[in-house]
T-cell receptor, first 116, second 115 residues
Framework: EAGVTQFPSHSVIEKGQTVTLRCDPISGHDNLYWYRRVMGKEIKFLLHFVKESKQDESGMPNNRFLAERTGGTYSTLKVQPAELEDSGVYFC??????????????FGPGTRLTVL | AQSVTQLDSQVPVFEEAPVELRCNYSSSVSVYLFWYVQYPNQGLQLLLKYLSGSTLVKSINGFEAEFNKSQTSFHLRKPSVHISDTAEYFCAVTKVNNAGNMLTFGGGTRLMVKP
């Protein structure tokens, strides 16, 4: 079974440009999460999809970030326009069911975003 | 809201020595607790978790963690480490019966095993 995959693995862009990150969850997983780790700090929750619907987007930092999950399969996270403070590692995770907190989240390797 | 504190950002240790990675949490509600590990150039992998029952939980590669409710801790231990245990370890919590299951992480502890 393939794990969670993320593309690209690295992205270097200039301030003001747009970047789109992609996450392919494990097949059959309804839940998809985005997290971010900035500058060696804590990994922080960004948002959660259940199939194609946004269940919780309380962690999204501002309206420069747009996440989509059309068709309930892969997800994209777009940053437009990118700012210096957006640099960090963006992780995607998926899980099969909600199961009241007990279901394991499987993480991808992350996308390292550098904004110059 | 919950918060997780990992007291040590880096832990250097010699091979075959014991190690303890400390994790403390703060929460007004009951939580489930997790340890994840990230090996170089890989994603986070679940190492072990505490949901209920016995407060001592073990992983398949020799790590164990004990949930201490009175001290709000979930320290990770291994009696004898290997070079291959070199990685970054993350403690995390999620609220019991949390509909969204979002994880709250600590800052991570980088375990560096030296020969």
């Amino acid at each position: 079974e393939a794990g969670v995959t993320q593309f690209p693995s690295h992205s270097v862009i200039e301030k003001g440009q747009t970047v789109t990150l992609r996450c392919d969850p494990i097949s059959g997983h309804d839940n998809l999460y985005w997290y971010r780790r900035v500058m060696g700090k804590e990994i922080k929750f960004l948002l959660h999809f259940v199939k194609e619907s946004k269940q919780d987007e309380s962690g999204m930092p501002n309206n420069r970030f747009l996440a989509e999950r059309t068709g309930g399969t892969y997800s994209t996270l777009k940053v437009q326009p990118a700012e210096l403070e957006d640099s960090g590692v963006y992780f995607c995770a998926s899980s099969h069911s909600l199961a009241a907190g007990t279901d394991t989240q499987y993480f991808g390797p992350g996308t390292r975003l550098t904004v110059l | 809201a919950q918060s997780v504190t990992q007291l040590d950002s880096q832990v250097p240790v010699f091979e075959e020595a014991p190690v303890e990675l400390r994790c403390n949490y703060s929460s007004s509600v009951s939580v489930y607790l997790f340890w994840y590990v990230q090996y170089p150039n890989q994603g986070l992998q679940l190492l072990l978790k505490y949901l209920s029952g016995s407060t001592l939980v073990k992983s398949i590669n020799g790590f164990e963690a004990e949930f201490n409710k009175s001290q709000t801790s979930f320290h990770l231990r291994k009696p004898s480490v290997h070079i291959s245990d070199t990685a970054e370890y993350f403690c995390a919590v999620t609220k019991v019966n949390n509909a969204g299951n979002m994880l709250t992480f600590g800052g991570g502890t980088r375990l560096m095993v030296k020969p």
